[in-house]
T-cell receptor
C-alpha cells in the first residue's frame, strides 16, 4: 500500500539559510499535517491543510510557512534557520480527519 | 490545554512477558486516540486507533483500551518479543476547537531482552 512520502530524508543547512521540505500524502487523503520532533521530545504539531486550505495552526514560527498544492502535495518552507530548528520533521495524512499516517520524516540539521 | 502523560517513561522486560503501557490525558473531550510505535530516529507507525465511542481495539498481540471519562488508555502487549523494542507514543485528537491535530504523550521506551 502507498505510504506518505517525504523528501529529502536528510538535510544539512547552515544558520540563516533556507530549507524546503516536501510531502506527498497517501492518494485520496484530503488532509496533510506537519509535526516537528526535537531530540528526545514528542512530536509537536505545526500546521495542517484540508483540501489545500490551511485548517489549523500550532506552534509554528513566523519564519516557517507551508502550503498545499493542487496535486495535494505539501511543502514546508523554513527561512533564517536557527540551531534550534534541528529536528525530525514529519508529515502525516488522513482521510476526512480519521487515522493519521506518518511519513518517514526529514532529519534537518542546522550547523 | 490538553496534556498527555505516559507512564512509565522506560521499561525493560524479559522476552515472553505480558506488559501494559499507560497513557493519561487531562481533557476527556477527545475524538479519538492513537497508539504509535517509533524506532530510534525513524518515523511513526500507527498501531491502533480507538474512537471515543469505543472501549478497546485489538490487533494481533496488541490490545488498546480507552476509558474516556477517566482520561486513560492502556496498551497491552502480549508475549513480548525483542522486535517489540521501540518507543511507544499515544496521541489524542480533540473533539472540537483543535482541528484534527494530535497531541502526543512523552512516550514509553520499551526494551525486550532475550
Amino acid at each position: 500500500a502507498a505510504g506518505v512520502i517525504q523528501s529529502p530524508r536528510h538535510l544539512i543547512k547552515e544558520k540563516r539559510e533556507t530549507a524546503t521540505l516536501k510531502c506527498y500524502p497517501i492518494p485520496r487523503h484530503d488532509t496533510v499535517y506537519w509535526y516537528q520532533q526535537g531530540p528526545g521530545q514528542d512530536p509537536q504539531f505545526l500546521i495542517s491543510f484540508y483540501e489545500k486550505m490551511q485548517s489549523d495552526k500550532g506552534s509554528i514560527p513566523d519564519r516557517f510557512s507551508a502550503q498545499q498544492f493542487s496535486d495535494y502535495h505539501s511543502e514546508l518552507n523554513m527561512s533564517s534557520l536557527e540551531l534550534g530548528d534541528s529536528a525530525l520533521y514529519f508529515c502525516a495524512s488522513s482521510a476526512r480527519g480519521n487515522e493519521q499516517y506518518f511519513g518517514p520524516g526529514t532529519r534537518l540539521t542546522v550547523t | 490545554k490538553q496534556e498527555v502523560t505516559q507512564i512509565p517513561a522506560a521499561l525493560s522486560v524479559p522476552e515472553g512477558e505480558n506488559l501494559v503501557l499507560n497513557c493519561s490525558f487531562t481533557d476527556s473531550a477527545i475524538y479519538n486516540l492513537q497508539w504509535f510505535r517509533q524506532d530510534p530516529g525513524k518515523g511513526l507507525t500507527s498501531l491502533l486507533l480507538i474512537q471515543s465511542s469505543q472501549r478497546e481495539q485489538t490487533s494481533g498481540r496488541l490490545n488498546a483500551s480507552l476509558d474516556k471519562s477517566s482520561g486513560r488508555s492502556t496498551l497491552y502487549i502480549a508475549a513480548s518479543q525483542p522486535g517489540d523494542s521501540a518507543t511507544y507514543l499515544c496521541a489524542v485528537r480533540p473533539l472540537t476547537g483543535g482541528g484534527n491535530k494530535l497531541t502526543f504523550g512523552t512516550g514509553t521506551q520499551l526494551k525486550v531482552e532475550l
